[in-house]
């Protein structure tokens, strides 16, 4: 019981007693006898003879008079006071941080930029093309010296169907920057590196592919994803940035290229260009000369990139800042981004929560108890982890109002609110006035470790505690939002389902939130979760 008693002294105050080496005001150095209790042999008093001959070594209760020593001690030493809060946590906001996509305005200024196949992008500089300024890539225009078609890769297997696009992006890129490449070809695919002889292969130097943009007067970085196939250098040299009105090119830098990792051998390559005046500007994608050829390119880039800090134009390449991560514009200059609020929890259910099932077995829920009687019973699983760390660096409870720059955080009590709409469904059950009647929702917590306690010192110190429990508790499921500070009508509504189990248990830890599949639950009503934490910490005092 010594023993515990010390352990209990070390998790409540954060701190392993083993390594105190200082005198406190009270008592001696607790690592020069606090490990002595279990080197202490016992007296066995029932025997009196003996008892008389051979004492013990030390009384018990002297070493327990040390731990109250070091108690008090710890408080002369160092000024905190103990302080109380209450916090009301979005699981689906405050601890994942759950986005939905939504369109999102880019810094790429190009249009269908990682498309080059779209309506954004059109045929030009074919003789005998009409209308003269081009037609739509993809759409019959009558040429045939410019062709653009997606790349596929292999097929994993021979009966796997279309294969899919292959670019210069891998597996783990992220959806707005993901893009297939593109084989374009110029003149006769056939006869590549000889003169375009197909009938109406009509190839000139300035045909291509080109998109049109409204600059204003400012410094732009183009970037573009390329790899030569049969011309050298032509990845290099293929963009051109030129007036709309005379077609004549404007200034550019040197054209660099970014040590990539990506698959294959795609390279990414970069220029700069100054626009002297608000006009229209066509960055087009040319061949080297007449003869026919091709090149993979793909993800192409425009960024404004003007900040008043104009460096020479004429510097080595090596020079050049480098561009910033690819990102692929809609028509709209837009891509798809987990930006916006998550309204009606579809991803927040999608993304955060996991279908599992259990046994209820003689000696509680287990995975399998072997019983072929025992009943199953189904959950959606949420896990949430906390610390201190997470909390003061902004990235949980961001909006929860919690008490920051405290420490040695302990659980008090905890609530859970369900919000959403129709979280419960009593249209098939067989007594559909008892399943409306009860207003909430079944679930579980548990607390897993490890377990950290922030002491005074600033250091974390690992607990060492059981698992704990909130077994089938009832969580409100009123469908609405809970405030902060709470209201009287929502301090009545939450206060009957504010469990204890947790009390004096450090905050810090991974919580397992369970909500059971029982008659009345609707899952797909829940749009979010809230935590009513309340709990307590220390203050430093100077």
Not at 477 to 490: K, V
Request: aromatic residues 10%; glycine residues 8%.
């Amino acid at each position: 019981m010594a023993f515990l008693a010390r352990r209990a002294v070390e998790q409540r105050l954060g701190e392993d007693l083993s390594l105190l080496s200082d005198d406190l005001p009270l008592v001696d150095s607790p690592s020069t006898w606090v490990d002595s209790v279990c080197a202490t042999s016992g007296a066995n008093l029932a025997d009196t003879q003996i008892f008389e001959q051979h004492f013990a070594d030390s009384f018990i209760g002297d070493y327990v008079t040390k731990l109250e020593n070091i108690v008090e001690s710890y408080r002369l030493i160092n000024n905190f006071h103990e302080g109380s809060d209450s916090a009301i946590v979005s699981l689906r906001d405050d601890i994942h941080n759950v986005r939905e996509e939504c369109a999102t305005p880019v810094d790429n200024l190009l249009r269908d930029s990682g498309y080059l196949d779209r309506q954004s992008w059109s045929v030009i500089g074919c003789e005998g093309l009409a209308p003269p300024d081009g037609g739509p890539v993809g759409e019959d225009s009558g040429a045939t010296c410019v062709s653009v078609v997606p790349i596929l890769a292999a097929p994993a297997a021979p009966d796997a169907g279309s294969a899919p696009e292959s670019g210069p992006f891998g597996d783990t890129a992220p959806a707005f920057a993901k893009v297939p490449g593109y084989r374009v070809t110029f003149g006769d695919s056939m006869n590549l590196g000889t003169e375009c002889i197909l009938p109406g292969c009509l190839l000139t130097p300035d045909a291509g592919i080109s998109q049109s943009l409204q600059l204003e007067a400012k410094r732009y970085r183009l970037s573009w994803y390329a790899r030569d196939l049969a011309l050298p250098l032509l990845a290099s040299s293929m963009v051109h940035v030129t007036e709309r009105e005379s077609g004549a090119p404007l200034a550019t830098s040197e054209t660099a290229t970014v040590g990539t990792e990506e698959p294959g051998d795609w390279n990414r390559w970069f220029l700069y260009f100054d626009v002297p005046y608000p006009q229209t500007v066509d960055v087009s994608i040319r061949p080297v000369g007449t003869v026919s050829q091709q090149i993979d390119v793909a993800a192409l880039m425009l960024e404004d990139v003007h900040d008043g800090r104009l460096f020479n134009l004429g510097v080595a390449a090596a020079e050049l800042p480098l561009p910033k991560p690819y990102v692929n514009a809609d028509e709209n200059g837009e891509a798809m981004f987990p930006v916006c609020e998550d309204t009606d929890g579809s991803t927040f259910r999608e993304q955060v929560w996991t279908r599992r099932c259990v046994k209820l077995c003689p000696d509680g829920l287990r995975s399998d108890c072997g019983s072929v009687t025992a009943q199953t019973h189904c959950f959606r699983e949420a896990v949430l982890g906390i610390s201190q760390r997470d909390i003061e660096d902004g990235r949980i409870f961001a909006l929860s109002g919690f008490a920051r720059g405290n420490f040695n955080y302990r659980v008090e009590s905890v609530g859970v609110n369900f919000v959403g709409t129709g979280t419960r469904d009593c249209e098939n059950s067989t007594t559909p006035s008892t399943c409306y009647a009860s207003g909430f929702i079944p679930y579980t917590i548990e607390h897993l470790g490890p377990y950290y306690v922030r002491n005074y010192g600033g250091s974390d110190f690992k607990a060492e505690l059981f698992t704990g429990r909130i077994e089938h508790a009832r969580g409100l499921a009123a469908e609405r939002y809970l405030s902060n500070p709470l209201s009287s009508s929502d301090r009545d509504l939450i206060g009957p389902y504010l469990r204890q189990e947790l009390r004096g248990r450090p905050l810090d830890g991974t919580f397992v939130l369970r909500v059971w599949e029982e008659e009345g639950v609707r899952f797909d009503g829940i749009e979010d979760v809230q935590l009513v934490l309340n709990y307590r910490y220390w203050t430093r005092f100077d």
